[in-house]
Structure formats: C-alpha cells, structure tokens
C-alpha cells in the first residue's frame, strides 16, 4: 500500500505547479522514511525538493535532519555547494559555514575545509567562526604563517579582553617556536603587554627573548617596568641594569648612576657598593 503511494506521488509530481510539487515531494519524502524506513530515499526526495525551493529553510533542515541519520554527509555537502547560488547576505554565509563544518567535521577532509572557511573570509573577513577554525586548522596542518595572519586578525576583531592577550601570546610562540622569528616574536609579546603592562608572562618572555637577541637596551627596559610594577624585586632589577650597561654596553657613567640608584633604595647592597669601588 505505501509502496504503491510513492510511486503515485511521484508520477504525479511532473504534473503539478512548483507550489505543489515542493508540497508534494515533502509527503513522498514522509512515506519513504516514516512507512518504508528508506531514510536514505527520503533524502533524494528532498534534494529535489530543494532544487525546486532552494531557500526553503525547512527543507533544508529535513535534508540535515536525514544526513544525521544515514551519514549522507558527502550528499549534503553537494545540496550546500547547489544552494549557494541561490542565497546571498547573512544566509549565504551561513550556509558557507556549514559546507566547510561537513568537511571538516564529517568528511573529515581538512584542506578542502580550509579552502571552504578561507572562501568565508573571502565574503566576510572578520567572521569569527571562520578564523576561530582556521586557527585550529592551520595549527594542525603545519600552515605557521597562515596561523599568525588568521590569529592576528582574530585578535583584532574578538572583543574578549582576555582572550586578544592569549591570541597575541599564542603568535609570539608561533613566531619563536615555529618561524624562528625573534623579533616578530618580541613585536607580538608587547603588543600583550601593552593590554596589561602587570601581565608576568608577557615580561618573562620578553627578558628571555631580549637575552637570547642580545638586546640590552630592550631588556634594560623591561628591567625598568618590573622595578616599578613589584617592589619585591626593585632592588634586584637595578642591580641587573647596573650590570648590563657596565658589562654589555660598556657605559661606565650610567652603570655608576645605575649602582648610585640601587644604594638610594638599599644602602648596605653589598653588589653596588663592591662595584662602585671597583669603577
């Protein structure tokens, strides 16, 4: 009996005004999955449905609905790819989101995923569900200089605080670690500590960084931000200073002043008093 109702359904469709075949198909569709049990038939049904009203938002779910239940995810990756043409604005973009979602999430085809959420960015630059996964995305493929473009921008656009200070860390790891770039990586940890001058991590990078590139003056300069902001380690940082601009950069007069300040603060600090006799 509702094999014989599909194949008059679908006789009758040929014959039938767009409005009721879109109805039409929606009912064969019903009896495939629901009195057939041929999920995977009422799927076709309803790819033809969505040719005939490719912005019919119900439709498409029910096509969503099924590839959940048949894994008929390739199939709907070429229903998005067909529908494409036939949105624009918000809807448009959202729909490109979810063929680069199927890709990656259930095709699991990770370079066409990211040709699909890069193609989003081609439309909308600052969408942050596509940079968020091009970020995991290139992590993983190795793609380091995509990585910092994608993460830079994303510090940019996201209005969380907290996380443009991690994103900014994250580059200067990525620059350091995978591009051996130690001055974009030092570029990258004061932009974060320009979003918080107190922030300890972004200062203990950039003291190892300004030693491994031998760049006194920058490390005087952190040195100075740290006496200032803890006065737990004042005395110790001036006594760094002092050392620096009488041992690297050879500038007697300043290394004198350097000492002269850590005794204002300390006079019994063995180190100034020992160095400032022997100067």
């Not at 990258?188 to 003291?207: F, G, I, P, S, V």
């Amino acid at each position: 009996q509702w094999r014989e109702l599909a194949a008059l359904l679908l006789q009758r469709n040929n014959h039938l005004e767009p409005d009721e075949q879109l109805l039409n198909l929606q009912r064969l569709a019903q009896v495939h999955e629901q009195r057939l049990g041929e999920a995977d038939n009422a799927f076709i049904v309803l790819q033809n449905a969505n040719e005939i009203a490719p912005d019919d938002a119900h439709v498409m779910s029910e096509l969503e609905r099924l590839a959940a239940i048949t894994g008929q995810w390739r199939d709907l990756y070429e229903v998005y790819e067909a529908t494409l043409p036939h949105l624009d604005g918000d809807a448009k973009l959202d729909l490109m989101l979810k063929s680069a979602d199927v890709q990656r999430d259930k095709i699991g085809a990770r370079d066409e995923a990211i040709r699909l959420y890069e193609r989003v960015l081609g439309e909308s630059p600052e969408s942050e569900p596509a940079l968020r996964a091009l970020s995991e995305l290139d992590e993983q493929a190795g793609r380091w200089h995509e990585l910092v473009e994608v993460l830079a921008t994303l510090a940019e656009v996201t209005p969380n605080y907290d996380e443009k200070k991690q994103l900014l860390q994250r580059i200067g790891r990525v620059q350091e670690e995978q591009l051996k770039d130690l001055d974009a990586a030092v570029m990258a940890w004061n932009q974060a500590l320009e979003l918080d001058e107190r922030d300890k991590t972004a200062l203990k990078e950039l003291e190892r960084l300004q030693v491994a590139r031998r760049d006194w003056r920058s490390l005087i300069d952190i040195y100075e931000k740290e006496a200032m902001l803890d006065s737990a380690v004042e005395v110790e940082r001036r006594v760094q200073i002092a050392g620096i601009y009488e041992q690297y950069l050879k500038d007697i007069d300043k290394a004198i002043a350097a000492y002269e300040d850590v005794l204002g603060i300390d006079p019994a600090n063995a180190t100034a008093l020992d160095r400032l006799e022997a100067l």
